[in-house]
């Protein structure tokens, strides 16, 4: 059973910043994806950002330019780094891991707050 260990989540105010892990308990190298998604109250969970085992990136719209989506195969980790962040942010941000075959497997949730 593959588990995904968030952590990086809280309290911050418009303008500052966050960084987001995610840790696999299985190798990350020949996986399909990791990435981010993300549900705020009263809406749909939603993509953030995605990293393929190549490498190659995608982002939701809405963070293009602000946040930044990486991985460390070594320690089988995800990042998301934050920046700029707006109150229209606020979520649960949780990690996803894909499998080649499309599977799909869902951390616990991380919560991010941004309010003065």
């Known amino acids: 059973q593959v588990q995904l260990v968030e952590s990086g989540g809280g309290l911050v105010q418009p303008g500052g910043s966050l960084r987001l892990s995610c840790a696999a308990s299985?190798?990350?190298?020949?996986?399909?994806?990791m990435g981010w998604y993300r549900r705020a109250p009263g809406k749909q969970r939603e993509l953030v950002a995605s990293?393929?085992?190549?490498?190659?990136?995608n982002y939701a719209d809405f963070v293009k330019g602000r946040f930044t989506v990486s991985r460390d195969n070594a320690k089988n980790t995800v990042y998301l780094q934050m920046n700029s962040l707006n109150p229209e942010d606020t979520a649960v941000y949780y990690c996803?891991?894909?499998?080649?075959?499309?599977?799909?497997?869902w951390g616990q949730g991380t919560q991010v707050t941004v309010s003065s």
């Open positions: 299985i190798s990350i190298s020949a996986i399909y994806s």
């Open positions: 990293i393929t085992s190549a490498g190659s990136t």
């Open positions: 996803n891991l894909r499998q080649p075959n499309w599977r799909n497997y």
